[in-house]
């Protein structure tokens, strides 16, 4: 029975594939391709031409890299330009060569110290599904190769077949498929087997960052985040009761409500967009100073603006100016007024110790305490500020959006992709459908032939790359509260996209269309259609399909080698660099971003790692080959990433390997879908008599697999996420500055950036200083360093004259003049705006903005008595191989608490009252004096004074305060 189906599918599509004996219509022959796109494809030249290809240019791009690199350290290395000794990776010499040596070299410790976690663990998952795909390299062409070559000469189905079809089980009847049950067994245990491995050592390596330095002394390790607080506990007092009903702990947490700022991140985006457009007006226009334009350039009005007129067009410059003013005027205003805001559903309560926070959160991660969410807080760059106001009802109905929008545009790209695969990627065949256009594909067919090997790659290309952004951008708006979860859905998104589409739709979309055909054409003809659905053959069609479009992907695995090496020689940044810098006008801005590292894309490189894994899982008893295709695309790309790792990108938001388990449970479901194609393959063609059997052997393999994820979950997780589940002895763990600690307010550090970020100023080249004034009519200079200076927001103790320690710089203006050789991102990564967008909270240039240390603006002092200052009561704790973080320490820069507006001092008593702490009785009171025992306020510098540090305090217990005067208390450093 098994043969007859395979027989007369066999004749079914050598009667597909011989001339038509009357000519067919376009509607038959549009359905003949949709149904078998690859029918008219020769598969095994196909292969041998992309493995040729592939191999040779990859040599070469290869090689090309090793003479550029030593000569274009700006693209080949950043990171070691900019990044500070402690995380700066080996140097490297100028041979050819040299790079090869350190890479090799290089173990998972240093990558740990060098690079954080996150890379680090994305080295070890690439490592990992190398060495899953060498294992099944062996058992693929050592053990399935044989069966299904001797499974199909056995039946001889398989005469005048190509070689690459004759390695596929599609020849194969009966007993020969308990090799792919087998197979299926050794898959899943493979698999299994190194995740148990990589899962044990990712657990080592979280209890070693928890362990850490680094982490011990930041401030959000020992902080929890709350969310969904309700309405009567909208306080200080509020927070600490619901971490207090949560567990009592030995220390008093210090906690902190947020304040809503409303409309001041949007005005201040706003800003920050308004002041690009004006820097790329005036790069634009400035060009060539000595030769301007006869016309100056226009704009329309931002429909915000209040004098917004449809279709009116006024003067750029003059425009965005004055634009900016008024911005700069509005922020200004409402971050004075932000006290005055009613309070939100959202603060932060931060403990002495980690392992008071840790614990708390342990006891509180399935409670809801008066309804609300305790969770250990992110690092404060991490978090989507937007998102944390939001209610349950608002997360769940964004959720449901969010989820429809992806199924839209899953469900359009499927018709798209399936059209691309049939038409543009082959012409030919819209050639047959289209008699106009077959003519002119006839009468240009060089031209064609260029538009063809084009424009199917450029349009998946764009689309690919625009979906990331579209997916993130979905995650914000369905309430993603970190940049981290928003990362982990967008993978998760990406890999059930590229799943669904690319890989079952596209590679069973013709067995499901013939399927379909058949059941409406026995419809047409008045036949019984329930016969037709039972015996439509859907599982061989399942089948045949699965096995004709197996070279496919065998040649596409080969072309990732081929992307492999253009990532690794930056051939995009490289090329688009070279023109922009030619051809376009870019901004100071804009050259100084591109001599910045970029930003690793994790979410996208785990998913194409994913994917990668998912088809050669799927495939390997289809086609072994595509087996050894794959470990070797992972050897290969194991070496090059750890270059790029080390040398070129760098992570911006640091979350301590919690991509972990994403990428544990997309593995396990790749050989759960692996079993699944082995079990429609037995269905097709297994013989009656062993197919109970057969099937029965395949069963048990997704509960193992269930049931080995339940393991690691309940042996490794809590491990990974929490570094105690209660309280460790004090005296045991890391020691650590309780002055220092206690100093750090949750208010100070988690306060809403709006309240405190730097405002741009516009960055305009130095060449064009000149013309400026008869450019701009408005003031250039401003001797008055006590307001607001033209659009300029930083701190008056960056503003420094160059050559002249102590000496403060004539201020600029509204405007910021760079030299040439300033336009590099050495001059810039301290700065506000650069390196949240280029090194996370700026950890890899020495000054991490979440560790505890006392000596900066937004720390506490304390004295022990000298004149000078500088002798602390408290140790401070400094990275000794961090050069800028032990200068920070040293000194020299004014002592004192800079507090962002609507935290702490807040002149309405009934919004905010003081600090509450328990007595000795366990009452709750407001007694201001009931904080002193803990000295978390004494001796602290006056708040808001415009003169900067005075000196040592007196010995009042509690310092006066003076209430703010200038704008400068609202844009301090926290």
């Known amino acids: 029975m098994g043969g007859s189906r395979v027989l007369h599918l066999l004749s079914s599509r050598a009667e597909a594939n011989a001339p038509a004996a009357t000519p067919i219509s376009a509607t038959e022959q549009f359905l003949r391709l949709v149904a078998d796109p690859f029918r008219s494809q020769q598969q095994q030249s196909a292969f041998l031409a992309s493995l040729y290809t592939s191999i040779g240019v990859t040599l070469i791009i290869a090689l090309a890299f090793c003479f550029v690199r030593p000569f274009n350290a700006i693209v080949y290395a950043p990171r070691l330009k900019h990044a500070d000794e402690k995380h700066s990776p080996p140097p490297l010499g100028k041979s050819p060569w040299a790079w090869i040596g350190p890479v090799f070299r290089t173990k998972e410790?240093?990558?740990?110290?060098?690079?954080?976690?996150?890379?680090?663990?994305?080295?070890?998952f690439t490592k990992m599904c190398r060495n899953i795909f060498l294992v099944l390299t062996v058992v693929g062409c050592g053990i399935l190769i044989p069966i299904n070559w001797l499974g199909g000469n056995e039946q001889?189905?398989?005469?005048?077949?190509?070689?690459?079809?004759?390695?596929?089980p599609q020849f194969m009847l009966g007993r020969w498929f308990w090799g792919l049950v087998i197979g299926a067994w050794i898959i899943d245990i493979t698999v299994c087997f190194f995740l148990w491995i990589n899962y044990r050592a990712v657990t080592r390596l979280r209890r070693e960052y928890f362990e850490s330095a680094e982490y011990q002394n930041s401030l959000?390790?020992?902080?929890?985040?709350?969310?969904?607080?309700?309405?009567?506990?909208?306080?200080?007092?509020?927070?600490?009761?619901?971490?207090?009903?949560?567990?009592?702990?030995t220390d008093l947490p210090r906690a902190a409500i947020a304040r809503n700022v409303k409309e001041l991140p949007d005005l201040i985006e706003e800003h920050e967009d308004h002041v690009k457009e004006l820097e790329s007006v005036l790069a634009k226009y400035l060009k060539n100073p000595d030769k301007l334009p006869s016309k100056r350039p226009t704009t329309k009005p931002s429909k915000k603006d209040l004098s917004y007129v449809k279709g009116k067009k006024v003067d750029a410059i003059e425009y965005l100016t004055n634009r900016i003013r008024h911005l700069e005027g509005r922020i200004r205003e409402v971050r004075g007024s932000v006290d005055q805001r009613n309070a939100m559903s959202y603060g932060f309560a931060s403990y002495e110790s980690v392992e008071e926070a840790h614990g708390v959160a342990y006891a509180g991660r399935k409670k809801h305490p008066q309804g609300s969410t305790v969770r250990l807080a992110p690092r404060p760059n991490d978090i989507i500020w937007n998102n944390l106001g939001l209610g349950k009802k608002a997360k769940r109905g964004k959720r449901i959006t969010n989820n429809f929008y992806v199924a839209l545009l899953t469900v359009f790209w499927t018709a798209c992709n399936a059209l691309l695969a049939v038409f543009v990627a082959n012409l030919s065949n819209l050639g047959q459908v289209w008699h106009g256009f077959d003519i002119q594909l006839h009468a240009n067919p060089k031209t064609w032939a260029v538009v063809q090997g084009v424009a199917s790659p450029a349009i998946t290309s764009a689309f690919y790359y625009f979906l990331p952004i579209i997916f993130r951008r979905l995650s914000i708006r369905a309430?993603?509260?970190?940049?981290?979860?928003?990362?982990?859905?967008?993978?998760?998104?990406?890999?059930?996209f590229f799943v669904f589409n690319n890989l079952i739709i596209f590679s069973l979309f013709g067995a499901l269309w013939g399927y379909v055909a058949a059941v409406i054409q026995a419809k047409n003809q008045n036949q019984d259609v329930l016969h037709a659905i039972r015996n439509g053959n859907i599982w061989n069609k399942v089948m045949i399909a699965l096995c004709s479009v197996s070279p496919f992907w065998i040649t596409w695995l080969l072309q990732r080698n081929l992307g492999a090496a253009i990532d690794l020689a930056q051939v995009v940044n490289l090329a688009w660099g070279s023109f922009a810098r030619r051809f376009l006008s870019p901004t100071p801005r804009q050259l100084i971003e591109w001599t910045a590292p970029p930003p690793f894309d994790y979410a996208s490189y785990y998913n194409y790692f994913l994917f990668y894994s998912t088809v050669a899982l799927c495939f390997a008893t289809l086609q072994p080959l595509v087996l050894p295709v794959t470990a070797f695309y992972f050897v290969l790309d194991s070496y090059l990433k750890t270059y790029l790792i080390l040398y070129v990108f760098v992570t911006k938001t640091e979350s301590g390997g919690q991509f972990w388990r994403v990428l544990f449970n997309r593995m396990l479901f790749a050989a759960f879908l692996s079993n699944v194609i082995i079990g429609a393959l037995v269905k097709a063609n297994a013989l009656p008599g062993n197919l109970i059997p057969m099937l029965g052997a395949l069963i048990p393999l997704p509960f193992v697999l269930a049931g080995f994820k339940w393991y690691c979950m309940r042996t490794y997780d809590d491990q990974i996420h929490y570094y105690t589940k209660g309280f460790i002895n004090k005296e045991a763990g890391v020691t650590s500055d309780t002055a220092s600690r206690r100093s750090n307010n949750p208010g100070i550090r988690f306060g809403h950036p709006a309240l405190y970020k730097p405002l741009m100023t516009p960055m305009v080249h130095a060449k064009a200083q000149h013309m400026l004034s008869q450019v701009y009519q408005g003031r250039l200079d401003d001797d008055d360093t006590t307001s607001l200076a033209g659009f300029s927001d930083t701190y008056?103790?960056?503003?420094?004259?160059?050559?002249?320690a102590g000496k403060k710089a004539k201020p600029s203006g509204p405007f910021e003049f760079v030299n040439e050789n300033e336009m590099n991102f050495e001059h810039f990564k301290n700065r506000e705006e650069f390196k949240t967008q280029f090194g996370g909270d700026g950890e890899m240039y020495g000054r991490p903005e979440d560790i505890i240390r006392s000596g900066t603006p937004s720390t506490y002092r304390h004295y022990s008595g000298e004149s000078d200052g500088r002798n602390l009561s408290g140790n401070s704790h400094t990275r000794s191989s961090s050069r800028d973080s032990d200068r920070t320490l040293d000194g020299g820069a004014p002592a004192g608490t800079v507090y962002p507006a609507g935290y702490h001092v807040t002149p309405s008593s009934h919004l905010r009252g003081i600090s509450p702490s328990p007595d000795r009785n366990g009452s709750w009171t407001a007694n201001n004096q009931s904080r002193t025992e803990l000295n978390l306020v004494q001796n602290a510098a006056p708040m808001g004074a415009s003169g900067g540090y005075r000196g040592p305090p007196s010995n009042q217990s509690t310092p006066d305060y003076e209430q703010p005067t200038n704008y400068d208390y609202f844009r301090g450093r926290r």
């Open 796 to 804: 008056n103790m960056s503003s420094m004259k160059k050559g002249a």
């Open 220 to 249: 959000h390790a020992r902080t929890l985040m709350l969310t969904e607080i309700p309405k009567t506990m909208r306080t200080d007092e509020g927070i600490m009761r619901i971490v207090d009903e949560v567990k009592n702990t």
């Open 479 to 496: 309430g993603d509260l970190t940049k981290t979860s928003r990362e982990r859905h967008v993978v998760h998104k990406l890999y059930a």
């Open 156 to 168: 001889k189905f398989n005469k005048g077949a190509a070689t690459l079809m004759k390695m596929t």
């Open 109 to 124: 410790t240093m990558l740990v110290e060098k690079v954080g976690l996150d890379a680090a663990i994305f080295i070890r």
